[in-house]
T-cell receptor
Framework: AQTVTQSQPEMSVQEAETVTLSCTYD???????LFWYKQPPSRQMILVIR??????QNATENRFSVNFQKAAKSFSLKISDSQLGDAAMYFC?????????????FGKGTKLSVKP | NAGVMQNPRHLVRRRGQEARLRCSPM?????VYWYRQLPEEGLKFMVY????????ESGMPKERFSAEFPKEGPSILRIQQVVRGDSAAYFC????????????FGSGTRLTVV
């Protein structure tokens, strides 16, 4: 069974600085998706960024980028120029690409605080 | 183009009562997933449905929990005889299908059992 591990329960960053959130996963599959979701206090789950495992190029969305290391099964999220609105819980998630399985497997999350 | 709609947003039930949580997927989405989030935890998969079919219920507790997605109307997650341990946030997500990597989540229903 696949698992997702986020080893940092809490992180803090100064406004305008850069922070990296860690995520590792375990799978025997070769084709899958990886995601980072943001959950602010409103509880809404917001997709931040997605990576297809077959793509070597790291995904980027504005100030958010990932460092995808397939061999090491690592998928970290880098937030550049941190803003107060980035404060939230961040969840790493895995999803198989093949078969009928469509569900996401989540890590336990990292709570990010942004200091003004 | 409304997103995934969940209601109610908050639900309080006494122990032993029934809880019904509703989820209307995004327009054009025919696949619905239910997840449960306990305090200080990530989301845990419960059940995956398509119209009138349960595809995967491997994450559902064996007793008291059931889900449906009828031909017409929203998907319903039903919890019978609720207990304090059922208190959690329940999220619904929808997609076009397993071939589509994109999911859209609703805002969740927070169930409190008193």
């Amino acid at each position: 069974a696949q698992t997702v591990t986020q080893s940092q329960p809490e992180m803090s960053v100064q406004e305008a600085e850069t922070v990296t959130l860690s995520c590792t996963y375990d799978t025997s599959e070769s084709d899958y998706y990886l995601f980072w979701y943001k959950q602010p206090p409103s509880r809404q789950m917001i997709l931040v960024i997605r990576q297809e495992a077959y793509k070597q190029q790291n995904a980027t969305e504005n100030r958010f980028s990932v460092n995808f290391q397939k061999a090491a099964k690592s998928f970290s999220l880098k937030i550049s120029d941190s803003q107060l609105g980035d404060a939230a819980m961040y969840f790493c998630a895995y999803r198989s690409r093949g078969g009928s399985q469509g569900n996401l497997i989540f890590g336990k999350g990292t709570k990010l605080s942004v200091k003004p | 183009n409304a997103g995934v709609m969940q209601n109610p947003r908050h639900l309080v039930r006494r122990r032993g009562q029934e809880a019904r949580l509703r989820c209307s997927p995004m327009k054009g989405h025919s696949h619905v997933y239910w997840y449960r989030q306990l305090p200080e935890e990530g989301l845990k998969f419960m059940v995956y449905l398509q119209k009138e079919n349960i595809i995967d219920e491997s994450g559902m507790p064996k007793e008291r929990f059931s889900a449906e997605f009828p031909k017409e109307g929203p998907s319903i997650l039903r919890i019978q005889q609720v207990v304090r341990g059922d208190s959690a946030a329940y999220f619904c997500a929808s997609s076009r299908g397993t071939g589509s990597p994109g999911y859209t989540f609703g805002s969740g229903t927070r169930l409190t059992v008193v």
